[in-house]
């Protein structure tokens, strides 16, 4: 126990108002990962998409990176589950998945506020309120949302620094993040990702909150936020084994300030590159359907609000009669008679009845 004191008395005097100064070889990976970043993030920014439309997409963002970040910790709920939850709430009381995932949903949304709030300095109250928005409402005496941890904790074979050098551990990394003007704004995402995550200095949230500034960083950099589309979360999730692996040959099994973290960044912007390559190809499929949607239309008898909502239905793979209400700004009476013109036509095939019936849009095939 005297040893284990004294490790930790070094360690704090160490980091005592110290700058964090992170360690890494960039490695050929590395270099080829951002140059392939660099080329997908300049032909999505010159993508050109109409401004509502994505506002359509970023909902759906929202959406999966709620799900995937949640899923990674262990929630069940899937994307389509967290889709109805983000339309409709949770039914009475929320389980413990459908509250991390609301909680996830909105603070997403924070993200992309703070993304365009430049002038709010990423510091200490900002990912303090970032675990805040992750954990509110769930056992709020016990994990204490937005306050650093009073004790130790570990993480599957990982233990943290102790509990009483977070505070100066923590001081050091917002020095850092406010000061990394020459890092690349993909190693900053990927460095703040694994220094979170090391430090832990919250009892829980610590993973999403350092997925969610990663995102923040990329979204507040003028060159890679991928119209604030991206979802790192996603890819995370779906490659989970690997992600767990490249964190653990990281940091080890136990926090060393001077940790390399070479492994964890060769997976980051190699997850970084697949991501934005689908990115790439979702945009271009979706100007194709939409080109061919609005050429469709251009021949039939369809007003410019039955058009958006196609093209709505389109992006998100299905359409309801309070969509179509939201997003043509009409009446219930009014959208349930254009999406019955609609399904005269063929555009829309039914599903359900009731509360519950919803539309799936038919994409129209290209002329020969």
Avoid: C
Avoid at 84 to 103: H, M, V, Y
Avoid at 112 to 141: A, C, H, W
Avoid at 286 to 306: N, S
Avoid at 348 to 361: D, F
């Amino acid at each position: 126990m005297k040893d284990e004191f004294r490790h930790w008395e070094r360690l704090r005097d160490a980091v005592r108002d110290t700058i964090f100064d992170p360690q890494f070889e960039l490695t050929e990976r590395i270099h080829g990962a951002i140059e392939h970043i660099e080329r997908s993030a300049w032909l999505i920014e010159n993508m050109l998409i109409m401004p509502k439309h994505e506002a359509w997409f970023k909902r759906q963002v929202w959406v999966r990176r709620a799900a995937a970040t949640t899923q990674i910790e262990g929630a069940s709920l899937n994307e389509a589950q967290v889709q109805e939850l983000s339309r409709k709430g949770a039914p009475g009381r929320a389980t413990e998945d459908e509250q991390a995932n609301i909680n996830a949903l909105s603070a997403y949304q924070f993200i992309d506020y703070l993304s365009d709030e430049k002038d709010i300095p990423l510091d200490e109250t900002v990912i303090r309120q970032l675990n805040r928005e992750f954990l509110r409402g769930m056992d709020d005496e016990r994990l204490t949302p937005g306050r650093y941890r009073n004790g130790q904790n570990t993480v599957g074979r990982f233990t943290p620094p102790d509990n009483h050098v977070v505070a100066d551990l923590m001081r050091g990394f917002v020095g850092w993040l406010q000061s990394n003007e020459e890092l690349h704004p993909v190693l900053a995402a990927g460095v703040a990702h694994i220094h979170l995550v090391a430090v832990h200095p919250f009892w829980d949230g610590n993973g999403r909150v350092a997925r969610g500034l990663a995102t923040l960083l990329l979204q507040r950099s003028e060159r890679f936020h991928f119209k604030r589309l991206l979802s790192i979360e996603s890819f995370m999730y779906a490659t989970r084994d690997d992600y767990f692996s490249a964190i653990e040959r990281t940091l080890g099994t136990s926090f060393t300030p001077g940790y390399d973290a070479t492994p964890w960044l060769e997976f980051f912007t190699e997850t970084l590159v697949q991501h934005a390559w689908q990115l790439q190809r979702e945009l271009t499929d979706w100007h194709r359907e939409t080109e061919l949607v609005i050429k469709a239309l251009q021949k039939a008898d369809i007003t410019h609000r039955q058009a958006d909502a196609m093209i709505f239905a389109l992006k998100m793979g299905r359409i309801t009669r309070a969509d179509y209400a939201e997003i043509a700004a009409v009446a219930d009476v009014t959208a349930s008679r254009d999406l019955a013109g609609l399904l005269a036509e063929g555009w829309l095939i039914p599903h359900g009845n009731g509360r519950g019936r919803y539309y799936e849009p038919v994409v129209p095939k290209p002329e020969p």
